[in-house]
């Protein structure tokens, strides 16, 4: 991480959407989120990314439409090489391993989640808060805990009929179709 990550580091405070490598409509980026190398970090249409969020896009990431990203998330594409007979110093080497990150439709990453490099986030997946997502997690699995597990899976059937008649949070929220509704549950 030496200058030129210095230098391509930016908060989204002065930064356009044209920095990025693409940047779908309807999207909302909190004050306070970080892009490192954001030519190289994709964002579909109707995304939302909470405050103080940290993205690194060296190894490129792609976040598909309608993805809800919790305050304080970290998303990083690329780390040291740090073991292996390639190893020239310690604790970590010269070399940069590049793994691209994807996030599918619909996800929900909770607030303080790490999603670390070469991992894929499948199509309706919830991410608790907190968790430390090291592996692919599958479509609609709802997963929490460091590393992240399969806590359960959501109703994949209401998850399609939902996406079948558009009812998406973040595009929903934006046209003014729907207020917050606070529910007590009692535990």
Known sequence: MGLGFVQRLLSY????????????????ISRGSVFGYP?????????????EARF?????ITIEDGVVIG?????????????????EY????????????????NVWIGYGSIIVPGV??????VVAAGSVVTRD??????????PARIIKYRDKEVYNRLKAEKKL??????????ETQYLRKDL
């Open 13 to 28: 405070g002065g930064l356009k959407k044209k920095k990025f490598k693409s940047c779908g409509k309807n999207s909302i």
């Open 39 to 51: 030519e190289n970090i994709s964002i579909g249409d109707s995304v939302y990314i909470g405050p």
């Open 56 to 60: 690194y896009g060296l190894g490129g």
């Open 71 to 87: 305050p304080r998330v970290s998303i990083l594409s690329a780390n040291h090489n740090y073991d292996g007979v390639s190893l």
């Open 90 to 105: 310690l604790p970590f080497d010269q070399k940069v391993v590049l793994q691209p990150v994807k996030i599918e439709q």
């Open 120 to 125: 894929t986030i499948g199509e309706g997946a």
């Open 137 to 146: 997690v599958p479509s609609c699995a709802v997963v929490g805990g460091n």
């Open 169 to 178: 949070y973040v595009a929903s929220k934006i046209k003014g179709k729907l």
